[in-house]
């Protein structure tokens, strides 16, 4: 896919305090000022990315507690406590969340 040229500028006029507060913002977002003001006005859904180490830790915690899971419901199923697809289906729904965490949020 060719990278679309962008040739042509559009000058605006904007108040010192209107530059600055489009500044912070496009920082906020981790975005060009150009690719920023270009974006949002083409209507599109600029959301600030949240702490990228939190979300890993997160991600992490949530692997722990799919191995605490197994654990818990190996232990189960063995003493006849628990239906093993109820366990299955729990731990499949985490890695579900897992995904989506990753593609939404990474």
Do not use: C, Q
Request: without cysteine; positive net charge.
């Amino acid at each position: 896919m060719e990278k679309e040229v962008r040739d042509i500028i559009i000058p605006i006029r904007v108040s010192l305090n209107e530059r600055e507060e489009i500044n912070k913002r496009a920082r906020i977002v981790n975005r060009p000022l150009s690719t920023f003001i270009r974006e949002n006005s083409l209507g599109y859904d600029i959301r600030e990315k949240p702490d990228r180490k939190l979300i890993i830790e997160l991600i992490k915690e949530m692997r722990n507690a799919t191995i605490v899971i197994n654990n818990l419901g190996r232990e189960a199923h063995n003493i006849g406590f628990i239906d093993e697809n109820v366990l299955v289906r729990e731990k499949d729904h985490i890695k579900e969340l897992i995904k989506r965490i990753k593609k939404e949020l990474l």
